[in-house]
């Protein structure tokens, strides 16, 4: 693939790229989130998520979902830019952006291993756990990275 833009996939070109790694025996790792204003904690996390297997597939929350998530002023960032920047980080082997609420139609599209999340997650309180243990994969909660979120800078940004 070419170039990040070249890494920005659709559900089907993604389900394609999934099961072909797969097929050839390499560990997919996938992770969701909205991305909005990409910083070291980000960048941190997703080489983490990486090393636990052979690809890593990033799930990026559509500007719908991303509103309906995090509330009428967000995103700051648009998902198209979001997703680029996602996909220009070393650790990302592939993005696709989705636009429901719950990550489960796109984990079900990937089939990976190894599902992460952040730090600030709990494996019982996540509600695509199941989705991923029925496409016969495993949850895993990385290390927060702390003090670094896309809220605080927007709330320091706010008081400045």
Request: proline share 4%; net charge negative.
């Amino acid at each position: 693939m070419n170039g990040s833009a070249g890494r920005i996939l659709g559900r089907g070109a993604l389900r394609e790229l999934c099961a072909r790694w797969r097929a050839q025996g390499e560990t997919v790792v996938f992770t969701n989130g909205c991305f909005d204003i990409l910083h070291v904690g980000h960048a941190r996390y997703l080489e983490q998520a990486r090393a636990l297997g052979d690809h890593l597939v990033v799930g990026v929350n559509s500007d719908r979902s991303t509103r309906a998530l995090k509330g009428p002023e967000r995103p700051i960032v648009p998902e198209s830019e979001r997703a680029e920047m996602v996909a220009s980080l070393r650790a990302v082997d592939a993005v696709s952006i989705f636009d429901e609420e719950l990550p489960d139609e796109v984990i079900r599209a990937v089939r990976p291993n190894i599902h992460t999340k952040g730090g600030d997650y709990r494996e019982e309180d996540l509600p695509e756990a199941e989705a991923v243990r029925e496409c016969g994969g495993e949850v895993r909660v990385l290390a927060l990275v702390p003090d670094h979120s896309t809220t605080r800078l927007v709330e320091m940004m706010r008081r400045k």
